[in-house]
């Protein structure tokens, strides 16, 4: 693939996964989803009528926002079930809340990637890479990360970046990790939810992201982990800042 046809994937790549900030999103038709006065999350217009099927958790839509109705004041009479929900990533939690709901709220959300790659004798990179069981809800058979999972932790990158699908918006910080493995490493697949691994030269891994073979997501960890290891670089890549840029949104 011709080096300019390889980058324009990856800017629709990143337009995909940025689609809530462009143009012709439902953003301006969204509601703000806000606990305590403090906005949480965006609810697509389409929800908030359900939402008012249940007055007794949710006041009706005032403001252009949608919040709790004011006897759910504390956080133990706030959460319903399993994920945290917070203005921020370092701000005390204000309720739990299913993880399947937290799309239908536009409630940030992150995972914690590995990076899982081998450097040979001669300095030649290696990633492994995972391709998910064709019995996954999500993404069924496409390639992953080693290990990927749902998560709130803290790392040293944060790729941040915000989407719309018909299930909702999707606002998500991935915490990424890299991890050099022993050169005789080898994961095994034991728990159903990956098919195989494979060990490929980074070079096959770049040419990878172009194809429609790995998980959105996941395609963006790579692309940050080749910048950030020089795999791409700004005298070479002249859309380097556009990529940095898509990697890093701003979540509101």
Not at 31 to 40: G, K, L, P, Y
Not at 43 to 50: E, Q, S, T
Not at 68 to 78: F, H, K, N, S
């Amino acid at each position: 693939m011709a080096k300019s046809a390889w980058s324009e994937k990856m800017l629709q790549l990143l337009r995909r996964m940025n689609n809530f900030s462009l143009p012709g999103s439902c953003r301006p038709e969204c509601f703000r989803f806000e606990i305590n006065d403090a906005q949480v999350g965006w609810i697509r217009p389409h929800v908030a009528p359900l939402l008012a099927r249940h007055p007794e958790v949710f006041a009706p839509p005032h403001g252009g926002a949608v919040a709790l109705r004011p006897g759910l004041d504390t956080y133990d009479r706030r959460s319903a079930a399993k994920y945290s929900v917070m203005p921020k990533f370092s701000d005390p939690p204000m309720m739990w809340m299913e993880r399947a709901a937290t799309s239908l709220f536009g409630v940030k959300r992150g995972g914690v990637h590995i990076n899982g790659y081998t450097v040979s004798e001669g300095g030649e990179v290696s990633m492994w890479l995972a391709r998910r069981s064709s019995t996954k809800q999500t993404y069924p058979g496409l390639l992953d990360n080693v290990p990927a999972v749902w998560l709130l932790a803290s790392a040293s990158n944060t790729p941040c970046y915000t989407y719309e699908e018909e299930d909702g918006v999707f606002a998500e910080n991935q915490f990424v990790f890299d991890l050099e493995l022993p050169r005789d490493f080898k994961p095994r697949v034991g728990d159903g939810e990956v098919h195989e691994f494979y060990l490929l030269p980074i070079e096959k891994v770049k040419e990878l992201l172009a194809t429609e073979d790995f998980k959105p997501n996941c395609a963006m960890v790579v692309l940050d982990f080749l910048i950030r290891h020089s795999f791409i670089e700004p005298d070479t890549e002249p859309c380097y800042q556009e990529f940095v840029a898509g990697l890093h949104q701003t979540l509101e």
